[in-house]
């Protein structure tokens, strides 16, 4: 997947949204809620195995900027403070591809702990 890269990064208007091209000719629209609660950072992820955290609340995030780091990856800030994960290009792909399911499984652990989306 090396060979893939976005030629074009760009938020919405409402800053709810980062549309990604690839060179491949695929795009994805990806919601800066998605984005936020599915975070590669150490915040969301952990530093091991079994500590990734469930983020609640961000239904109404928006993305504040996109910083490019090297050329393999972006860093994401957005209005609430967030900002440390490194969005690789495979990875926004992999949102692109699967972020769908993945978010569903996010919203499952969600109300398996009794959280909520909402601010």
Known sequence: MSDIWPTELKVSKDRRLLSVAFNDGKSHDLPAEMLRVLSP???????????????PGKRNVEINAVIPTGNYAVRIGFNDG???GIFTWAYLRELGEKGGEMF????ADLAAKGLSRGN
């Not at 950072?41 to 983020?55: D, L, R």
């Not at 569903?104 to 919203?107: D, G, I, P, W």
């Open 41 to 55: 950072s150490a915040e969301v992820k952990g530093h091991g195995p079994g500590q990734q955290v469930t983020v």
């Open 104 to 107: 569903v499984a996010y919203e």
């Open 82 to 84: 967030h900002d440390t």
